[in-house]
T-cell receptor, first 109, second 115 residues
Framework: RKEVEQDPGPFNVPEGATVAFNCTYS??????FFWYRQDCRKEPKLLMS???SGNEDGRFTAQLNRASQYISLLIRDSKLSDSATYLC??????????FGTGTRLLVSP | DVKVTQSSRYLVKRTGEKVFLECVQD?????MFWYRQDPGLGLRLIYF???????EKGDIPEGYSVSREKKERFSLILESASTNQTSMYLC??????????????FGPGTRLTVL
């Protein structure tokens, strides 16, 4: 079983739609959680950290459920520029990150 | 603005060659990492370093070694390149800070093809 599992997609949505991605992790001792974004042929970049209380950054909302070992990302009012691969990332130890394989999002006009 | 640079964007080598991939960061970060990224497998950690001359094995260290002689530079070495090492190689750096796990900043990647 992979440490971090994501639906690879692609998710095809029209502009303005709301889309949600989910991720599960297997290590109950995981300490920190993140969503990274990776554009085609580019390097990953931090999108947002994920906290137990949930957090929001503009159109993006992240949630963590430690009991179910489940992380989510909600994108509201999708833009064309949101097209990318979204990587679920879990920190399992000293500065060490484990990456999911990513969920691809395609936003169309 | 943090900048992580890698010596080459594209590299083509032959089986058995010794390959050096160089990474430099300009933000005085203590931690540096080497990953490879393959379709369907995501990013996998090869080696990381939390200080000069210190190194730790990641999840897939076999066939690789690293060197960190200066804080800003972290090199990945393929002692004898093989075709299964054809991949995208990504370097990253981070600062441990005081609040735990901090953001990793990535370089643009080196696409290595081993023929």
């Amino acid at each position: 079983r992979k440490e971090v599992e994501q639906d690879p997609g692609p998710f095809n949505v029209p502009e303005g739609a709301t889309v949600a991605f989910n991720c599960t992790y297997s290590n109950s001792a995981s300490q920190s959680f993140f969503w990274y974004r990776q554009d085609c042929r580019k390097e990953p970049k931090l999108l947002m950290s994920v906290y137990s209380s949930g957090n929001e950054d503009g159109r993006f909302t992240a949630q963590l459920n430690r009991a179910s070992q489940y992380i989510s990302l909600l994108i509201r009012d999708s833009k064309l520029s949101d097209s990318a691969t979204y990587l679920c990332v879990v920190a399992t130890g000293f500065q060490k990150l484990v990456f999911g394989t990513g969920t691809r999002l395609l936003v169309s006009p | 603005d943090v900048k992580v640079t890698q010596s080459s964007r594209y590299l083509v080598k032959r089986t058995g060659e010794k390959v050096f991939l160089e990474c430099v960061q300009d933000m005085d970060h203590e931690n540096m990492f080497w990953y490879r990224q393959d379709p369907g497998l995501g990013l996998r950690l090869i080696y990381f370093s939390y200080d000069v001359k210190m190194k730790e094995k990641g999840d897939i260290p076999e066939g690789y070694s690293v060197s960190r002689e200066k804080k800003e530079r972290f090199s990945l070495i393929l002692e004898s390149a093989s075709t299964n090492q054809t991949s995208m190689y990504l370097c990253a750096s981070s600062d441990p800070g005081t609040s735990g796990i901090n953001e990793q900043f990535f370089g643009p990647g080196t696409r290595l093809t081993v023929l």
